[in-house]
């Protein structure tokens, strides 16, 4: 029998809840969650069609936690960008695995349709042409889901080291700083700790490459 009790909401949060402890949408699974919930595959299936369903739903649950600030139309539209994407960058920083969400699914939700029009329609304000509004939100996207794709991997490495004890992968940045010393990159040595503490400093790469796109859509508009 199908147990109705369970809401779709309370599915969304043990997908939740497993993906924090996995770190990986692939080892989501419907059997997962039906284990956590206790609860038969049909019940899963009655309020989602399918697992690309409920990860479709899981992005939009993001998105929607995305605190945004009313939209300020007298600052200038580099700043309302740095604005919008700052604020995707704290609710991406929370969940990780968020941009592994993003990528995996398609934005076909109001919440996501809207956030993605109104930069776009920053951009036309300013001056650009539909072609270069598009192309331009989809690189700065691309940029942060890579920047935190690489986030995503190295906490998973460092779960690794910290939780499996795996000796070979804590040696890795050692030998780094070996194999640098012995062949004078002394370029890499001087940014070497810098390089192993990215992940505190993940906020301060992001606006620093998001302001070289700025300025370089800037330069288009000159």
Known sequence: MVKQSISAEQIITAAFEILQASGTVDALSIRKIANQLDIGAATFYWHFENKQALLQAMADNIIQQIEIEPCNTTLEWTDQIRQFFSAIYTTYIAQPYAAELMMRTVPATKARLGLINHLIQILLDAGFTPEQASLAIE?????????????????????????????????????????????HYNAFLKTFEHHRHQQQRSLEKFMLGLDIFLAGLQQQLA
């Open 139 to 183: 690189s700065i996207d691309h940029f942060m889901s890579g920047l935190f794709t690489d986030i995503t991997g190295e906490l998973e490495m460092k779960h690794r080291v910290s939780q499996h004890k795996d000796t070979y992968l804590a040696q890795l940045p050692l030998k780094m700083q070996q194999i640098a010393t012995d062949n």
